[in-house]
């Protein structure tokens, strides 16, 4: 499928593997260049159950505003994505550790992959 505009060249991603969404844990990846976060995905590797599972953002431990997402539980599949878009604190530096977290409410393991794109300075 096209994409209804080109994304700039100015974009670049990066990502982080999760084992278990349903798991209160961590993901990290560490920014290869300075810019601005301004998109935020994860897609799971299988349904959850029991409950809705969210997952927010940090930069050096410092909360990402506006990246508070929810993984609907009802009718989830492997594949499903979900994304947001960060409103404030979302500048990176080189080097700069990027968290993902999971709170773990969810049960059944879902392996999860985090995407940022980040747009370089």
């Known amino acids: 499928m096209a994409l209804p ?8 991603q990066v990502s982080a593997y999760l084992a278990d969404l ?3 844990s961590s993901a990290f990846v560490a920014s290869p260049w300075r810019g ?6 994860s897609v799971i590797g299988a349904a ?6 969210t997952w927010t953002m940090e930069i ?3 909360a990402v505003t506006g990246v508070s997402v929810t993984v609907t539980q009802s009718g ?6 979900d994304s947001a878009i960060p409103t404030g604190a979302n500048y990176v530096n080189e080097g700069d550790t990027i968290e993902f977290i999971s ?3 969810s ?15």
Request: aromatic share 2%.
């Open 5 to 12: 505009e080109n994304r700039p060249l100015s974009e670049a």
């Open 22 to 24: 349903s798991t209160a």
């Open 36 to 41: 601005k976060i301004v998109r935020v995905h």
């Open 48 to 53: 959850i159950t029991t409950a809705n599972a």
């Open 60 to 62: 050096n431990g410092t």
């Open 76 to 81: 989830s599949a492997a594949g499903d994505v």
């Open 103 to 105: 709170a773990g409410e």
């Open 107 to 121: 049960d059944t393991t879902s392996p999860v992959m985090f995407t940022a794109v980040i747009e370089r300075d």
